[in-house]
């Protein structure tokens, strides 16, 4: 059984549509980025999985049950983009609020502290937070009870790199214990090695969903191959001639793009001549992320 299941949801605020029949799954274990720009219907999205909102149409379903169950909520974590607590609380006094909210354990306060790295800074009140204390404090308040759902939205704001990385190993030791995660962000490199599948949202439609090989191989995109030596001058005119799109860069290297068919052929090509450095680079999800938008802002322009 999936932990969520959208089929065909709609939803309509008076004339404006946010969602035009989305559909959408996740599996135990399974990190899925929902991606999208601002007003693309993310934030709808997770009010439907939170049962916060129902659709006018379709059906939004949570470990088989309406989401807005109560035996639901107690195994779902929610961290929204902007963090609010009680000023006056101290960080210990808010977990353990939540935790008596979720009927989780009060052992599980102190050791969640610990992992979000905030044992030093318990006692003190939320007021002298920092915006990335505060965020690892939601952070650790939305994993309390160890849930089987766990929605994200914008986690890594505000956040130190050191934090983010933590942050993400965090994550992928939910993953493994199979935890299902939904993780909303803009900040695509980051998030790129640390989901299983992307769903890219423009508009209140979802423009695509799979793997990252998946939206690879849909996307045609070509792969980028780069290499250095001291024949580079040669390189840039042959491989020009040879009908590859080629472009010098910086410290003394090429760039060629290759689609699917031709890589192979020219990977061949290339290690025979013996470079000194070979890099090859498949398209990213940034790239695939701006693709879909680039389509989706031609569609509507031919729709205006």
Partial sequence: MKLLQIQG?????????????LDLDLAAGEVLGLLGHNGAGKTTSIKLMLGLLHPDSGSVRVFGHAADAPAVRRQLGFLPENVTFYPQLTGRETLRHFARLKGAAAAEVDALLEQVGLTQAANRRLKTYSKGMRQRLG???AILGRPRLLLLDEPSVGLDPLA???????????????????????????????????????HGRLLTCGSLAELRREAGLPTRIRIAGPRNEHWLAHWRNSGYAVRALDGGRIELLADETRQRRLLQALLEEQPQGLEVLPPSLEDLYLHHMQDAARACGETA
Avoid at 166 to 194: A, F, K, M, W
């Fill in 164 to 202: 983010t990385v933590e942050l993400y190993r965090l994550l992928d030791r939910l993953r493994n214990q199979g935890t299902g995660v939904i993780l909303c962000s803009h900040v695509l490199p980051g998030v790129e090695s640390h989901i299983d599948r992307a769903a890219i949202l423009a």
């Fill in 139 to 141: 952070l650790a308040q």
């Fill in 9 to 21: 949801a709609s939803l309509r605020y008076g004339a404006f549509t946010a969602l035009h029949g």
